[in-house]
């Protein structure tokens, strides 16, 4: 099984995509901002998790960009 995260910027957008995969008989979850940042946070810590220190700036950056 395979995930594609899709971010649109409006309704219209968001019931097209929905309503695409519904016909195609495809799972569609609209996710909440605390899962896109929890999202955003796991991948952040895959990615660094054999790194041997994390670098604040980045974390910073990489957290004012979900919002």
């Known amino acids: 099984m395979s995930t594609v995260v899709?971010?649109?910027d409006d309704k219209v957008?968001?019931?097209?995509?929905?309503d695409l995969a519904k016909k195609l008989q495809l799972?569609?979850?609209v996710l909440t901002e605390t899962q896109k940042e929890d999202f955003a946070l796991l991948s952040m810590m895959e990615q660094r998790k054999n790194d041997e220190s994390v670098d604040?700036?980045?974390t910073?950056?990489?957290l004012?960009?979900?919002k």
Not at 13 to 18: A, C, E, G, Q, V
């Open 6 to 8: 899709i971010e649109v």
């Open 13 to 18: 957008s968001l019931k097209l995509f929905m």
């Open 27 to 29: 799972k569609a979850k």
């Open 56 to 58: 604040v700036n980045s």
């Open 60 to 62: 910073l950056e990489l």
């Open 64 to 66: 004012s960009k979900i």
